[in-house]
């Protein structure tokens, strides 16, 4: 550190050594005046305290708003005689923008001693690049900083409107440039027109070609329509220099390289004849899908060492396929960052296939980086913050606007040193990593792009059901589903453009009865929903008189729908039924059904019986080589198979598979078993003949007789037993009762409700003289008595002759007295106040009488 660094920095300390001690000081002073409610009620009742204070208060704010705008935070002050909690309140914000400004401001100066191009956050405005730290570039940025928050928000908004305003498209560029489009439902026909850099057809090519579905073969013709190039690919070998170490070539400031906006056939031939002389070259593409129904390629951008072009292909679509020359060169290098859909969109819009591909994606996988975008990539070697507002931008737009070229340049100006950067970080983790990276993207090359089939049930995978549909329902979901496909096609619409999801959802539940229900339903109301509502309606009318019934879904129709959406079903194929696990022998030839299972296999490897290679799945992991397609693949040699093969059964071997450890688990249950068997003997010589004394809860269920120590005792139970044994069994339970209800009172015997039940009873059949005073002992009655009552009762009663005087006599209370909340009381000083209340009302009434 210089002399004058020291300096400065000694300096700087001072400061903030004085600082806080005159905090220290501020807040010991602040702590000797009086506390809210304690003294301060008591002095700011004198008026001269608190004009004072309210002096001093303004004072106060008036330096703060002053402190916090001098250095670019303006602080929002309290009124005067504000509350406490709002201080506090003020200052923490206030404290949380000095410290965001400061460590942005920080960051940027911290760039600028490296001599990178900085760039100031969106939200500051006119903010130039700094490539250097001088004493003007970083006053500028402190008078950046100190700019208001509120007029640079309402100018970045006027700036976005402006921005909307001007990216709205009139009409759509399929009309204004008279697209060819084709949305029918016929196989996907390739536009190349001549096939560039093509190798020498050989007679009886057989190219072999794995899927999801299985293995195919295809004889060359057919693989050539299917793709043009894929012999060409196949046969493709990396050039030694792409594999080999090289110097990093630094990429030049993007206001510094030449750039090209290519919108003529002139201008394109030219960037062919500039392609095909270079030896590599960065690719990107952008895309617009939401208001076409295959989607449409709005712009590409290339960018070699020395220069960036940007082709506008509205103008010269039918002409973009002559740049499938450089395309399919070999010798040429094309890097592109996530190309699986890049390849697709090139095929199809302008026939352009890519030979001798790199994709910076599959490498940052490679070499397991946290993140895999592009904007991280640019921003780990080249130290650029890539700006992403314009990533879903609608391309279609033109003229396209500064902005928007400067973001699409971006996307591949920085993309060849990247390449760079990842090609030297895979050579030095493995030169094997480099080339798997080449055959991962030679696996995208040979994608082929076809038209997206229509799917009747395809809702099932696009929309996530909230309910089981009934017939009716399911009926307008389908054909709803199928007309917003064919409005699509025939309009070149986005289906999700003509009727979104949650719409179509909506009409299918609710079924509305006329055009306003429709409407209702789609808000805001789409374009041709309005247009061909009453296609909607003739749809819904017909569902209406579908049979009712509660329909759901097949199991067929639900796995489908999860393969779609990515989800394994218990369904197998050839691909899915090879389990990568060393536990399964199905790989090998071991037959594990019919085999005789032996731990050890080098002792007894006679008896293990062996099944055709053609059973076992070694013929899907390895097909053999035959003479047809050994000149085409070139790829695995026979050693290197052999090798292979012996390498995968030696892991085989070490290994146990889960039917031999059925077996040893058998066995060592046999084992235990054996040795309990043989203790359980022991145990009983032990023991002998004699009477078992000890027992436990292992011991079976016995009956034993009880054994007593007195004979006299033992004698007499003998006795009873042999007694009883003449009797039948009724007599036996009559004798000897196996529950005696006498022993036990009712709250034992009966449960909370029977007990309940049977005093509800007894209340309901009390007899009334005990209510009266009689006794209720009554002497027994007879049989003869009871049945004179019982034809007494029988007769009608008759109230005359009957003797009522019982009824007469009153009845005491005994729970009169009781009167826990005093009720006699209130009810009699109720009665007093309601007399209390008339007498004055008629007291207190007075008459005006009107004066004649």
């Known amino acids: 550190m210089s002399e004058e660094g020291e300096e400065t920095t000694a300096a700087l300390r001072k400061q903030v050594e004085e600082l806080m001690r005159n905090a220290a000081g501020m807040v010991a002073t602040s702590n000797a005046f009086p506390k809210t409610g304690g003294e301060f009620e008591i002095y700011n009742s004198y008026p001269t305290y608190n004009a004072y204070m309210k002096r001093q208060e303004e004072r106060i704010n008036i330096v703060m708003s002053k402190l916090t ?11 005067v005689g504000s509350s406490i909690q709002e201080y506090t309140e003020c200052v923490i914000e206030a404290q949380d923008n000095i410290a965001e400004r400061a460590s942005t401001l920080l960051e940027a ?14 939200f500051i405005l006119k903010a130039a690049p700094t490539n250097k730290k001088t004493e003007n570039e970083v006053s500028s940025a402190m008078r950046t900083f100190s700019a208001n928050i509120g007029s640079i928000l309402a100018q970045k908004f006027r ?38 850099h093509a190798i020498d057809k050989r007679k009886g090519i057989v190219i072999i070609d794995e899927d999801e579905s299985g293995k195919r073969e295809w004889n060359g013709e057919d693989a050539e329509i299917e793709h043009p190039y894929i012999a060409e690919i196949l046969n493709f070998k990396i050039p030694v220099s792409q594999l080999q170490t090289s110097s990093l070539q630094k990429f030049a400031k993007l206001q510094n390289t030449k750039f090209t906006m290519v919108d003529s056939i002139e201008k394109l031939e030219e960037l062919r004849d500039h392609l095909n002389s270079v030896t590599e070259f960065a690719v990107d593409l952008e895309h617009n899908e939401s208001r076409s129904y295959l989607g449409l390629t709005c712009l590409i951008q290339i960018s070699t060492r020395d220069a960036d072009f ?43 296939h890519i030979v001798n591909l790199f994709d910076t994606y599959i490498a940052m996988k490679k070499l397991k980086y946290p993140k895999f975008s592009l904007a991280y990539l640019v921003s780990r070697f080249a130290a650029i913050p890539l700006d992403k507002q314009y990533q879903l931008a609608d391309w279609r737009a033109r003229p396209l606007r500064d902005a928007m070229l400067n973001y699409a340049r971006e996307d591949t100006h920085y993309l060849l040193y990247c390449y760079d950067n990842l090609r030297e970080s895979l050579i030095e983790q493995s030169e094997k990593d480099l080339k798997e990276v080449y055959n991962e993207c030679k696996d995208l090359c040979v994608k082929v792009y076809k038209k997206p089939a229509f799917n009747p049930k395809g809702f099932m995978t696009d929309i996530k059901f909230r309910f089981t549909l009934n017939s009716r329902q399911e009926y307008a979901l389908t054909h709803l589903y199928k007309w917003r ?51 909607i309606l003739k749809i819904i009318k017909e569902a209406r008189d579908v049979k009712l019934e509660k329909k759901g879904p097949s199991n067929k129709e639900v796995e489908d729908a999860q393969e779609n959406r990515g989800i394994l079903n218990d369904r197998m194929d050839l691909i899915t039924s090879i389990l990568y696990s060393k536990l399964d022998f199905s790989h090998c030839k071991f037959d594990e059904e019919r085999g005789e299972i032996d731990i050890d296999k080098t002792e007894h490897s006679e008896y293990i019986s062996l099944k055709d290679e053609q059973m076992s799945l070694l013929s899907i992991l390895r097909p053999t080589i035959t003479s047809k397609n050994l000149g085409l693949t070139n790829v695995f040699e026979e050693e290197k198979r052999e090798k ?8 085989l071997d070490e290994w146990v598979t889960p039917y031999e450890c059925y077996k040893i688990v058998m066995k060592e249950k046999e084992k235990q078993e054996e040795i309990e068997r043989l203790e359980a003997e022991r145990l009983k010589k032990l023991e002998g003949d004699g009477p078992k004394t000890m027992f436990s809860h292992n011991d079976p269920t016995v009956c034993r007789k009880p054994v007593f120590e007195d004979d006299e005792i033992a004698k007499s139970g ?73 034809e007494e009762e029988d007769e009608e009663f008759d109230y005359e002759k009957a003797d009522i005087s019982q009824f007469k006599k009153p009845v005491r209370d005994t729970n009169a007295e009781f009167d826990p909340f005093h009720q006699k009381f209130r009810l009699k000083n109720q009665s007093k106040k309601q007399t209390m209340r008339k007498s004055a009302n008629r007291q207190g009434t007075i008459n005006y009488n009107k004066k004649s």
């Open 69 to 79: 705008k001098s250095i670019g935070c303006a602080m929002r002050v309290p009124n």
């Open 310 to 352: 940007v082709i506008d292909p509205f103008p010269i679509w039918d002409q973009v396929g002559i740049l499938n020359e450089p395309f399919t060169n070999p010798k040429i290098l094309k890097v592109l960052h996530g190309s699986d859909n890049d390849v697709l969109w090139l095929q199809r819009d302008f026939g352009i």
């Open 485 to 535: 496909d064919n409005i699509g096609r025939d309009e070149d619409e986005s289906p999700l453009f003509v009727l979104p999801n949650h719409m179509l959802l909506g009409l299918s539940e609710t079924l509305p009865n006329d055009i306003n229900g429709i409407y209702v339903c789609c808000n805001p109301l789409p374009y041709f929903v309005k247009q061909r509502s009453g296609e």
């Open 718 to 790: 003998e006795m009873k037993l042999a007694g009883s044994g003449g009797k039948s069994d009724n007599e036996e339970e009559k004798d000897a009762p196996i529950f005696d209800e006498s022993r036990f009172s009712e709250d034992q015997i009966l449960s909370k409700k029977s007990l309940k039940r049977k005093r509800k009873e007894a209340r309901r059949n009390a007899d009334i003289s005990t209510v009266l005073g009689e006794s209720s002992e009554a002497p027994e009655v007879s049989e003869s008595t009871k049945k004179s009552r019982q």
């Open 109 to 122: 100066l911290k760039k600028a001693d490296r001599d990178e191009v900085v760039k100031v956050p969106e």
């Open 159 to 196: 700036e976005r409107r402006e921005e909307a305003a001007q990216m709205i498209v009139s009409e759509k560029p399929q009309k204004t440039y008279n697209l060819n489009v084709n949305n029918s439902i016929a196989p996907f026909i390739s536009k190349l027109n001549e096939k560039h």
């Open 644 to 651: 292979e093969r012996k390498s995968i059964l030696e892991k």
